[in-house]
């Protein structure tokens, strides 16, 4: 279930700490279940949804494991704010989190989005190269 598309086919961590990118690398292999561990507990509780702390505390995740995991599904469109909070055990308000009731299509990594914008740019060119095709076709035929 994890899709490293959405931080350029790479494992999210902070560049330039070897600890950071050592760890993003480690959770490659699990992130997907992990992932897929979160997205079902969140199914399972329905419309209620859960905080953050909820999923940490019933799936025995840490809390950067399993904000990771929810992040990458609420990038993807799976997964909203409800829009409610929650008291937590620190006595302040989390945000309840459920699944979306209409996914959307998930984010295209940077360099998708870079391949269709040259793509576009060659689509432009070409319609440019058919416009002036056109107008010297309509003066010619004009100037008969």
């Keep these: 279930m994890a899709d490293y598309d959405l931080y350029g086919g790479k494992p999210p961590h902070v560049e330039g700490s070897d600890t950071s990118e050592a760890a993003a690398e480690k959770i490659v292999e699990s992130a997907g279940t992990l992932q897929a561990r979160v997205f079902a507990f969140l199914k399972q509780s329905g419309p209620h949804g859960c905080t953050d702390e909820f999923l940490q505390k019933n799936l025995k995740l840490k809390a950067q494991t399993e904000t990771a995991r929810r992040r990458e599904l609420v990038l993807k469109g799976l997964v909203v704010d409800s ?62």
Aim: one cysteine or more; hydrophobic letters at 35%; proline letters at 5%.
């Design 83 to 144: 829009g409610t909070k929650r008291t937590v055990s620190s006595g302040r308000s989390a945000t309840v989190w459920v699944l979306c009731d209409d996914p959307v299509p998930k984010p295209v990594c940077k360099s998708t989005l870079a391949q269709l914008l040259h793509l576009a740019r060659e689509e432009v060119e070409d319609l440019k190269r058919e416009i002036q095709r056109l107008q010297t076709e309509l003066w010619e035929a004009l100037s008969l």
